[in-house]
Nanobody, 119 residues
Framework: QVHLAESGGGLVQAGASLRLSCAASGRTSRTYAMGWFRQAPGKEREFVGQINWSDGSTFYADSVKGRFTISRDNTKNTMYLQMNILTPEDAAVYYC????????????WGRGTQVTVSS
């Protein structure tokens, strides 16, 4: 079992930056990848991006590519989401996720952190 805890959400103005963190605990040695999803009110949950825990390779949704960066600190079992040039369309609850191998879905989820962007 892996427990995920997000932090760093808040209220920012459009154009600003924000960094989210996700601390993993439990059986983190079996983590294959971690990632982020987001969900805005009235919208479907959207994949944001992911990072391979062993080699650090990343993959992003087109909607955030070039503005958002995912990184990780293996020594702290923590993943980060650096969000730049935020727009009101980025406002959502951001969820941290993890999976133990490539062939299954995101079975571990955090409780989410709210990001609000004012125009």
């Amino acid at each position: 079992q892996v427990h995920l805890a997000e932090s760093g959400g808040g209220l920012v103005q459009a154009g600003a930056s924000l960094r989210l963190s996700c601390a993993a605990s439990g059986r983190t040695s079996r983590t294959y990848a971690m990632g982020w999803f987001r969900q805005a009110p009235g919208k479907e949950r959207e994949f944001v991006g992911q990072i391979n825990w062993s080699d650090g390779s990343t993959f992003y949704a087109d909607s955030v590519k070039g503005r958002f960066t995912i990184s990780r600190d293996n020594t702290k079992n923590t993943m980060y989401l650096q969000m730049n040039i935020l727009t009101p369309e980025d406002a959502a609850v951001y969820y941290c996720v993890a999976k133990p191998n490539r062939d299954i879905g995101w079975i571990y989820w955090g409780r989410g952190t709210q990001v609000t962007v004012s125009s």
